[in-house]
Structure formats: structure tokens, C-alpha cells
């Protein structure tokens, strides 16, 4: 039993770590020599750097948060612990994730990372959010909007099923990333927030712009 509790805490230890790898902030230095927390909103997450770096690193940057909430949620499956449910190593992802020990324990909005942990628990609401998302933006052109969208529509679709912990967690979640984007929201009921450069949102502000 003390070997069990003791590989479920070096485990947890490990899904923290791996969580809290700043990847919009590596990327950001390594290929391009810029520090997305000194640019656009500061934030290390996917939003802030698809606005800071462009499409092609805010795509591999929310790909890779969306890896960690993934494989911290197997971790039990890899290394055959089922005394524990998964959600809580995920959760301890997403704490990483946006509580980060290489970030001075600031970090992202936890919406990728918390996709990640549905990809790998139940992969049919990962795909539903990830749908509303591409959906909302499309219409919008807004990530923030489309991320805060997809989390409480899709927490919607979980209160469905019979799954308590998870509802439970994703009613939390939900809450927690309305009020990491509460700076967003602020923008868009000014009609200030930072669009991206497709989608009917961007298409209309730029006509109302030209005219």
C-alpha cells in the first residue's frame, strides 16, 4: 500500500511538472526571440500566441498543452494505477498548467490543457468542444469567446451523462476559466477584443473600419 500511495504521489509530482511547461513561452523564444508575457496580454497560453507569433505557433502550442492534460490523464493506464481516477492527474496538469513552477506560478487560461484531459477521459466531449470552438471562432473570429463557449456548452453536454466527478470538475473548470477571461470579456462587451485574421467577425470589423 505505501508503494502504491508513493507512486501515485511521484506521479501526481510528474503530471504538475508536465503540466506547467510554458510551451507558448519556449517556442516563442526559441524560434522567434520574443517573450509572449512581454506582448498582447501577457499570457502564455494559446490565445496570446496565436496574437503574439501567428497561426502556425499558436496551433503547435495549443496542440502541445493539449498533449500535456492528455498524457498526465493516462499516466494511471501507463503505469497500471487504477486506485485513483484519472481526472485528478489531469487536474494536476491543468494546476500546472496554469499555476507553472518555470513561470513563477503565473501561466495560461487552462482551456487547452482541459481539453486535453477530456481528449484522454472521454474523447467524444473533446471533440465536441473542439467543434463549437472552430465553430464559434469562425463566426466570431474571437479565441477567448469561442474558448469560453465550447468549456460551458460541452459542461452542459457532461451533466448528462452519469459521470458525478467529472460534471463536478467541469462545472469548476467552467467557472475558473470564465474568470481567467475576465479581461477578455471586459474587451468584448467594449468591442476591443483581439480578433483573428479570418473568420465573419474579422471580415465585419474590418468592413466597419473601412467605412
Do not use: C
Request: no cysteine.
Amino acid at each position: 500500500m505505501i508503494n502504491n500511495v508513493e507512486q501515485v504521489i511521484l506521479m501526481l509530482v510528474a503530471a504538475y511538472l508536465l503540466g506547467s511547461i510554458p510551451s507558448g513561452v519556449w517556442i516563442g523564444k526559441a524560434f522567434f526571440h520574443i517573450d509572449i508575457r512581454r506582448h498582447g496580454s501577457g499570457n502564455i497560453g494559446t490565445t496570446n500566441t496565436y496574437r503574439v507569433l501567428g497561426p502556425i505557433a499558436g496551433t503547435v502550442v495549443m496542440a502541445l498543452d493539449i498533449s500535456k492534460g492528455a498524457v498526465a490523464t493516462l499516466l494511471p493506464t501507463f503505469f497500471h494505477v487504477y486506485t485513483i481516477s484519472p481526472l485528478v492527474f489531469g487536474l494536476a496538469a491543468i494546476l500546472g498548467h496554469t499555476f507553472s513552477i518555470f513561470d513563477k506560478f503565473k501561466g495560461g487560461k487552462a482551456v487547452a490543457t482541459s481539453a486535453g484531459m477530456l481528449l484522454a477521459y472521454k474523447p467524444a466531449f473533446f471533440f465536441l468542444a473542439l467543434a463549437i470552438w472552430v465553430l464559434v471562432i469562425l463566426l466570431t473570429s474571437m479565441v477567448s469567446l469561442a474558448s469560453m463557449v465550447g468549456f460551458t456548452l460541452t459542461t452542459i453536454a457532461i451533466f448528462f451523462t452519469h459521470d458525478v466527478f467529472l460534471s463536478i470538475l467541469a462545472a469548476i473548470l467552467t467557472v475558473f476559466i470564465f474568470y481567467r477571461h475576465r479581461a477578455n470579456i471586459s474587451r468584448i462587451r467594449n468591442g476591443t477584443e483581439s480578433m483573428v485574421p479570418f473568420g465573419l467577425g474579422h471580415l465585419l470589423r474590418q468592413k466597419k473600419e473601412n467605412n
